[in-house]
């Protein structure tokens, strides 16, 4: 399995809603990671997780709660998100080489 | 925050004509790679390079770190419609775990 999977594909939320995006890899890789990418922009670290340690914050507010429940699995809990939230929400994990990219959640927050 | 500046920002060129693209630092990275990201979807990696100097192929892609590792090109030769997409590329500075994202190349080629 060289796949890394994310869900759902879409997601539409309102201001006031609790949701979680789902991110899933069998590689084996020790790394993973929350990247938010905006329109017709690079994606943009928000969080980075090694051995299952969150170890790279990079100042995302807390209304974006990360989790990372064993070695293959990475969720990102959303509460309280804003319009300006909306984006492109992409999972990866690394080995030495590069990173493997899930497909993302298209989140749109209402 | 180190900062990856990728030239050009935009492309737009025929069917079979060559082009660069360039990514460059002012930091030195142990590692860099090139990615392509079609809409809708996550990037997808090209390559992979390491050592200063390096040159790696992937069919009419040609890809070079440049000798002190702050930078990197991207040519495409004989360019075809489906290498449209956005390019990335990434760096990532030695042990971090932490990539950072050039500003992206978007191209398309025109049929």
């Known amino acids: 399995d060289t796949e890394v999977t994310q869900t759902p594909k879409h997601l539409v939320m309102g201001m006031t809603n609790k949701k979680s995006l789902k991110c899933e890899q069998h590689?084996?890789?020790?790394?993973m990671y929350w990247y938010k990418q905006k329109a017709k922009k690079p994606p943009e670290l928000m969080f980075v997780?090694?051995?299952?340690?969150?170890?790279i914050n990079e100042s995302v507010p807390s209304r974006f709660s990360p989790e990372c429940p064993n070695s293959s699995l990475l969720n990102l809990h959303l509460h309280a998100l804003q319009p300006e939230d909306s984006a492109l929400y992409l999972c990866?994990?690394?080995?030495?080489?590069?990173?493997?990219f899930g497909s993302g959640t298209r989140l749109t927050v209402v | 925050t180190q900062l990856l500046e990728q030239s050009p920002q935009f492309l737009s060129i025929q069917e079979g004509e060559n082009l660069t693209v360039y990514c460059n630092s002012s930091?030195?990275?142990?590692?860099l790679q090139w990615y392509r990201q079609e809409p809708g979807e996550g990037p997808v990696l090209l390559v992979t390079?390491?050592?200063?100097?390096e040159v790696k192929k992937l069919k009419r892609l040609t890809f070079q770190f440049g000798d002190a590792r702050k930078d990197s090109s991207l040519h495409i030769t004989a360019a075809q419609p489906g290498d449209t997409g956005l390019y990335l590329c990434?760096?990532?500075?030695?042990?971090?775990?932490?990539?950072?994202f050039g500003t992206g190349t978007r191209l398309k080629v025109l049929a």
């Open positions: 930091s030195v990275f142990s590692s």
């Open positions: 990434a760096g990532e500075h030695s042990g971090t775990y932490k990539y950072i």
């Open positions: 590689m084996g890789h020790r790394a």
């Open positions: 997780y090694s051995y299952e340690k969150l170890s």
């Open positions: 390079v390491v050592t200063g100097g």
């Open positions: 990866a994990s690394s080995s030495n080489y590069g990173y493997t």
